[in-house]
Nanobody, 113 residues
Framework: VQLQASGGGLVQAGGSLRLSCTAS????????MGWYRQAPGKQRELVAT???????NYADSVKGRFTISRDNAKETVYLQMNSLKPEDTAVYYC????????WGQGTLVTVSS
């Protein structure tokens, strides 16, 4: 499966962004989809995942601010990010997991204070 992420950009603290990740090449609905992020000098970390049946999981740092969702008809997973903080600044990656794991190319989110 190929993944294409978009929606990153520069936003002020307290603002919102919505990331999108569109998949192609396989049966999207069967995949667990996830968003991860990597800040400069830090390891990649989990942000949120959504299973094939819609179950969600969030990192403690984003609970209550971020929402992951999926549209199987559009083969797209979204990450709605509200109340953004400077510490949310990172490259955000989507991934698709089933038998193997696939990664998208990343989209940069910069939150200014």
């Amino acid at each position: 499966v190929q993944l294409q992420a978009s929606g990153g950009g520069l936003v002020q603290a307290g603002g919102s962004l919505r990331l999108s990740c569109t998949a192609s090449g396989s049966t999207f609905r069967l995949y667990r989809m996830g968003w991860y992020r990597q800040a400069p000098g830090k390891q990649r970390e989990l942000v949120a995942t959504i299973s094939s049946d819609g179950g969600t999981n969030y990192a403690d740092s984003v609970k209550g601010r971020f929402t992951i969702s999926r549209d199987n008809a559009k083969e797209t997973v979204y990450l709605q990010m509200n109340s953004l903080k400077p510490e949310d600044t990172a490259v955000y990656y989507c991934n698709a997991a089933r038998v193997s794991i696939h990664w998208g190319q990343g989209t940069l989110v910069t939150v200014s204070s």
